[in-house]
Each structure stands twice: as structure tokens, then as C-alpha cells.
């Protein structure tokens, strides 16, 4: 079966680093893009971020431009979010989620783990 | 950048009833580039449509999308209790690939 789950969530003082892991299982990791989206309390989806299966191709949101960084590992299959200068408004559950066969959808998603930026 | 926009916000519908959910994107994206979710509380997002059109493995058949362009619609044919949730659009021809902000189908 395919499964994501996500770690590295918690409480983050403001302006403060956190790096988010997604470990995968149950497919080629190497053959598909990956995607991270988050969701704040009782608000709707944001995408985030989109990193190509050899790295070549890396999106990201406006939102976050300049303070996130996508990041993959083929051979230990674990996708990786690093985000800097927290604030409030990046509280939020943050998910991992696969490409597509036959696009950049998401088609398999982790079950998210929580980061509050709160002092 | 495409901004998708979903209406209404919120459809208030009883079981059985058929339900008719609408996403318009910004601009034309010249691609069938758009894929419907299904989020309930508490748990992540589930794939229903793909290539505007596409169900997901899995998705049954009431679920169906259509459109092309700008205007995009998912419809569920007959409500069953376990589709009263939110539902996404999302764009992935370009980047960002941003979601719209949500359609709440309620039971009436």
C-alpha cells in the first residue's frame, strides 16, 4: 500500500526553522513528483511547494518564496521541507503529497502533521 | 497566476439530491490541467477527478467532472451521507498550483 507520513511538526517559536520529513513507502518513490500543501486552523488548502522526481524542477508559492526550501532523497525515499523566519500565519497542518501517473495532481496524500508558531 | 474561484461557498442539499459544484479559473490555462479533492474534518484530502474529467481509482460513479478553459464542474449525481464535505479544485498546468478556497456541501 502506498503510504506518506509526515514528522517534524511541533511547537516553533517565531521566526525560528523547522524542517518537515515525508517518508514513503510502497512505490517508486524515484518515479513520481511530490508536492507539500498546508492548512491553517479551519481555513482551506495551500500549495506550497512542487520538487520534480530528479530535483530539476522546484516550484513555489509566493507566500513562501525566499523562506522554503523542497527537497528530496531517492535512496532513503523521504521528501523534505525546510522553512525559515516562522511566523503565526505559518500555523498550520502540513501535508506531503505524491504526483500524479499522468500529472502533477496529488493523488496520495500523508496525514499531515501540525506546526504552531506560537512564543 | 491562475486564481480559481468556487462557488457557492457553502450548499446546503439533502440525501439523494443531486449537487452541482463550480470552479472558474482566472484565466484559460489551455489544458484540462484541474483536479477535484474531497476533504472531511480531521482528515486529508482524497483525489476524486483528474484531467478535469478523470475519476481517481477507487471514486464512484456519481462523481463526475466536466469543463474546459476557464469553467470547470463537479457534480455528484445523488448525495450519499458520507459526501457531506468540502470540496477542492486545484490547477496543476502551471505554477502555482493553487487550490480554490472550497465548496461546504451541508445536509439541509
Known amino acids: 500500500d502506498v503510504q506518506l507520513v509526515e514528522s517534524g511538526g511541533g511547537l516553533v517559536q517565531p521566526g525560528g526553522s523547522l524542517r518537515l520529513s515525508c517518508a514513503v513507502s510502497g512505490f517508486t518513490f524515484s518515479t513520481f513528483s511530490m508536492n507539500w500543501v498546508r492548512q491553517a486552523p479551519g481555513k482551506g488548502l495551500e500549495w506550497l511547494s512542487y520538487?520534480?522526481?530528479?530535483?530539476?524542477?522546484?516550484y513555489y508559492a509566493d507566500s513562501v518564496k525566499g523562506r522554503l526550501t523542497i527537497s528530496r532523497d531517492n535512496a532513503n525515499n523521504a521528501l523534505y521541507l525546510q522553512l525559515n523566519s516562522l511566523r503565526a500565519d505559518d500555523t498550520a497542518v502540513y501535508y506531503c503529497?505524491?504526483?500524479?501517473?499522468?500529472?502533477?495532481?496529488?493523488?496520495?496524500w500523508g496525514q499531515g502533521t501540525l506546526v504552531t508558531v506560537s512564543s | 497566476e491562475i486564481v480559481l474561484t468556487q462557488s457557492p461557498g457553502t450548499l446546503s442539499l439533502s440525501p439523494g439530491e443531486r449537487a452541482t459544484l463550480s470552479c472558474r479559473a482566472s484565466?484559460?490555462?489551455?489544458?484540462?490541467?484541474l483536479a477535484w479533492y474531497q476533504q472531511k474534518p480531521g482528515q486529508a484530502p482524497r483525489l476524486l477527478i483528474y484531467g478535469a474529467s478523470v475519476r481517481a481509482t477507487g471514486i464512484p460513479d456519481r462523481f463526475s467532472g466536466s469543463g474546459s478553459g476557464t469553467d470547470f464542474t463537479l457534480t455528484i449525481s445523488r448525495l450519499e451521507p458520507e459526501d457531506f464535505a468540502v470540496y477542492y479544485c486545484?490547477?496543476?498546468?502551471?505554477?502555482?498550483?493553487?487550490f480554490g478556497q472550497g465548496t461546504k456541501v451541508e445536509i439541509k
Open positions: 486545484q490547477q496543476y498546468g502551471s505554477s502555482p498550483r493553487a
Open positions: 520538487i520534480s522526481t530528479t530535483s530539476r524542477a522546484i
Open positions: 503529497a505524491r504526483g500524479g501517473h499522468f500529472g502533477d495532481y496529488s493523488d496520495y
Open positions: 484565466q484559460d490555462f489551455g489544458s484540462s490541467y
